[in-house]
Nanobody, 116 residues
Framework: QLQLVESGGGLVQAGGSLRLSCAAS????????IDWFHQAPGKRREFVAS???????NYADSVKGRFAISRDAAKNTVYLQMNGMKPEDTGVYYC??????????WGLGTQVTVSS
């Protein structure tokens, strides 16, 4: 199965920006979609954004207009550009694909902290 590794997290002030990366072990077109999820402290993991094989993107209502998902096929990497960040965006961000999600296999994620 395609393995994914997240990176790019860090500390940012409210209103600031970060770009997360999701590096794949092979072609990102080998899966139907790449998804980003967010797990806030003490809460369940929630969907943030996805990009399908044909390039269709979807976003959670909470991030529409602020976050953008994109990909670089040559680098086997999917990105999550986060702008206008809010303290509630704090948490661990994970990327994954549907098969691994179905078997509850998750990577380490990358920590994002937004200070107010």
């Amino acid at each position: 199965q395609l393995q994914l590794v997240e990176s790019g997290g860090g500390l940012v002030q409210a209103g600031g920006s970060l770009r997360l990366s999701c590096a794949a072990s092979g072609s990102i077109f080998s899966v139907n979609a790449i998804d980003w999820f967010h797990q806030a402290p003490g809460k369940r993991r929630e969907f943030v954004a996805s990009i399908s094989k044909d390039g269709t993107t979807n976003y959670a209502d909470s991030v529409k207009g602020r976050f953008a998902i994109s990909r670089d096929a040559a680098k086997n990497t999917v990105y999550l550009q986060m702008n206008g960040m809010k303290p509630e965006d704090t948490g661990v961000y994970y990327c994954n694909h549907p098969y691994q999600e179905s078997v509850e296999y998750w990577g380490l994620g990358t920590q994002v902290t937004v200070s107010s």
